[in-house]
């Protein structure tokens, strides 16, 4: 149980288009995805939390509307890349929470924005 | 804010055990956790610790937690060469298991034959 997966899990896009990437929590209804990002061979970012329904909280220095986040359903977050630009490339990282239970983490995207 | 530092590059032979060690400064922590994230992918839940115990031993991983020092620690017995991942320790501070886990700098183990 407890799987989470992400779509899709490489994409290449020219600059100045927008992306747009999915979260789901395959088996279980999650109250909180979480949306993190990593560069090489760096620890991961908190970037928004979001719950179901309600608007995202953005970590400090995280542009929320260069950052897109949709929570419409328990099972499905999407995080949206406006007008993405070179600097935005990196690997992004979901996770699920089931009430306060243990974060649940997707495969990641990796974006690359030419 | 919460600061969790490890090593960041840890080397052995296949058949030792391995060691990697995790300091936090949050000592408001109900669980800590260690993930395991291979090249490419996500992160993989290996293990985690409530703060009241000291030890836990799950087949080949011993969690040694030391909350005076604010030290954690993960061993990983008998090392194999699918060991060799990037290892994240992970608090989640006042929380619990929720809200807003702040992770280590991540150790590479890398094992040899």
């Known amino acids: 149980g407890a799987v989470v997966s992400q779509h899709p899990s490489r994409v290449i896009c020219k600059s100045g288009t927008s992306v747009k990437i999915e979260c789901r929590s395959l088996?279980?209804?999650?109250?909180?995805m979480f949306w993190y990002r990593q560069f090489p061979k760096q620890s991961l970012m908190l970037m928004a939390t979001?719950?179901?329904?309600?608007?995202?909280?953005?970590e400090q220095g995280v542009e929320k509307d260069k950052f897109l986040i949709n929570h419409a359903s328990l099972t499905l977050s999407t995080l949206t890349v406006t007008s993405a630009h070179p600097e935005d490339s990196s690997f992004y990282i979901c996770s699920a929470q089931r009430a306060q239970e243990t974060q649940y983490f997707g495969p990641g995207t990796r974006l690359l924005v030419l | 804010g919460e600061d969790v530092e490890q090593s960041l590059f840890l080397s052995v032979r296949e058949g030792d055990s391995s060691v990697i060690n995790c300091t936090y400064t949050d000592s408001s922590s109900t669980y800590l956790y260690w993930y395991k994230q291979e090249p490419g992918a996500g992160l993989q839940l290996l293990t985690y610790?409530?703060?009241?115990?000291d030890m836990k031993q799950d087949q080949r991983l011993t969690v040694l937690l030391n909350k005076k020092d604010k030290h954690l620690s993960l061993r990983i017995a008998d090392t194999q060469t699918g060991d060799s991942a990037i290892y994240f320790c992970?608090?989640?501070?006042?929380?619990?298991?929720?809200?807003?886990?702040?992770f280590g700098t991540g150790t590479q183990l890398k094992v040899e034959l």
């Open positions: 088996d279980f209804q999650a109250t909180t």
């Open positions: 610790i409530f703060s009241n115990m």
């Open positions: 992970a608090d989640p501070g006042g929380t619990g298991g929720g809200n807003k886990l702040t």
């Open positions: 979001s719950n179901e329904g309600s608007k995202a909280t953005y």
